[in-house]
């Protein structure tokens, strides 16, 4: 399933998992295959990747009897030691170029318009898993507090340490949203309560949880992983 830089080109922005899976005849939910596509995904630079990212182009979903219940846990450390926020404490903080700056508790999050996705969602590890999310887009968000949607990126901080950023059109994109729930139930401790930010259009690790921080800037933030040498882009 090698694909040229021509054929690549051709595909342009609208290359995807889907597309991937179409052209190659590989199926992604095949470890090798995802393998096989993780490891174009690392050779493609990222400064192509982003100029040929289609701020509108959708991922793949798929029908609600393909969602998995029990999904799959990761982080770099095991289950029993993820960050437990309590939902009377837990403020989010909001920084950089953004006019309304409050903090927001867990009950204001909840209060905002939820959509649902089911979507794939592809670990670097070798391992993809379809779930079902449902939360509310981050571009509504970012309007609600007035963020500059000029800007360049925004960043997250998260509860554990973590840490990521996404270039503007990834943040506005109609499926990049913060999750508040999984498999139609408030989002486990583990999966990142009381929010992980779901974006199908990228790779697992692009998707922070326990987020405690969201800023916006122009400087491209880092990444938990880039800072350990995958591609910041990681994307289709
Ligand atoms: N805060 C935080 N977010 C994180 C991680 C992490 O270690 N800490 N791991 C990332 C990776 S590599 C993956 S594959 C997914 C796993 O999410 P899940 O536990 O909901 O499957 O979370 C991503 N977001
Ligand atoms: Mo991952």
Known sequence: MTLDLNRRRLLGGGLSLGALTLLTGCDVSDDDAVQKVLASFSRWNDRVQAALFNGQKLAPTFPEAM?????????????????????????????????????????????????????????????????????????????????????????????????????????????????????????????????KIRIPTKLGFKNPKFVTTIYVTNQQPRGFWTDRGYNWFSGI
């Open 67 to 195: 969602a998995v219940k029990d999904f799959r846990y990761n982080a770099w450390y095991g289950p029993e030691r993820a960050p437990r926020l309590d939902p009377a404490e837990y403020r989010l903080s909001l920084a950089g170029l953004i006019a309304d700056r409050r903090p927001w508790t867990v009950e204001q999050l909840h209060a905002l318009p939820q959509m649902s996705q089911i979507t794939r969602h592809v670990c670097v590890e070798g391992w993809s898993m379809i779930g079902k999310w449902n939360g509310t887009p981050l571009a509504t968000f970012l309007q609600r507090v007035g963020a500059d949607t000029t800007a360049k990126y925004v960043g997250f901080e998260c509860a554990d340490g973590y840490y990521e950023g996404i270039d503007m059109a990834t943040a506005l994109h109609p499926q990049t949203i913060m999750a508040f729930g999984l498999s139609d139930e408030t989002l486990p401790t583990k999966y990142g309560f009381p929010f």
